[in-house]
T-cell receptor, first 115, second 113 residues
Framework: AQKITQTQPGMFVQEKEAVTLDCTYDTSDPSYGLFWYKQPSSGEMIFLIYQGSYDQQNATEGRYSLNFQKARKSANLVISASQLGDSAMYFC????????????FGSGTKLNVKP | GAVVSQHPSRVICKSGTSVKIECRSLDFQATTMFWYRQFPKQSLMLMATSNEGSKATYEQGVEKDKFLINHASLTLSTLTVTSAHPEDSSFYICRAASSYEQYFGPGTRLTVT
């Protein structure tokens, strides 16, 4: 089974609106971490936000928040007040504590912000 | 500033030649280095994992004699694409990790003509 699933190959959002990028995961490890990365056309992987499996609250970092629903095994990224510079590929990733340094990546979502 | 650097950022080489890509951790000691390749509009594909001072562990389907990985120190890992062919053209990106932190390098775009 896929460890990380991103079902939206591409998304459009109007500038200044909010957008949710979906991510579901599969693990039997009770301790794990979930990451979101942004990859602009330059190729660099930009860390956005992290959620630990035992974190009680949803992670937030500026305009980014992670809607963590543990029972549903989902970790959706919410970007508020979209900006043109948010246009990029977004990857969801998971790390299981039993293999701390290994990352599992989703297939990515291409976000296009329209002016 | 950047915590992990890669050099070169872009390289064009002729078919049959070898290319070396360096990945350096600048502010921390990377006990483990991960090398990925990424084709356009696709996700990152893990090629190999290397621990400092040990031989790299390659993922299934990755030719270890073609993609030579060296991790001789806690701050430097190299990936050498030997006898490169056009199908090796790709974006190569490293990730450096310690017990407490991990960072991606900025990537290297390889074009083989």
């Amino acid at each position: 089974a896929q460890k990380i699933t991103q079902t939206q190959p591409g998304m459009f959002v109007q500038e200044k609106e909010a957008v949710t990028l979906d991510c579901t995961y599969d693990t039997s490890d009770p301790s794990y971490g979930l990451f979101w990365y942004k990859q602009p056309s330059s190729g660099e992987m930009i860390f956005l936000i992290y959620q630990g499996s035992y974190d009680q609250q949803n992670a937030t970092e500026g305009r980014y928040s992670l809607n963590f629903q543990k029972a549903r095994k989902s970790a959706n990224l919410v970007i508020s007040a979209s900006q043109l510079g948010d246009s990029a590929m977004y990857f969801c990733a998971m790390r299981e504590d039993q293999n701390f340094n290994k990352f599992y990546f989703g297939s990515g979502t291409k976000l296009n912000v329209k002016p | 500033g950047a915590v992990v650097s890669q050099h070169p950022s872009r390289v064009i080489c002729k078919s049959g030649t070898s290319v070396k890509i360096e990945c350096r951790s600048l502010d921390f000691q990377a006990t483990t280095m991960f090398w990925y390749r990424q084709f356009p509009k696709q996700s990152l594909m893990l090629m190999a994992t290397s621990n400092e001072g040990s031989k790299a562990t390659y993922e299934q389907g990755v030719e270890k004699d073609k993609f030579l990985i060296n991790h001789a120190s806690l701050t430097l890992s190299t990936l050498t694409v030997t006898s490169a062919h056009p199908e090796d053209s790709s974006f190569y990106i490293c990730r450096a990790a310690s017990s407490y932190e991990q960072y991606f390098g900025p990537g290297t775009r390889l074009t083989v003509t």
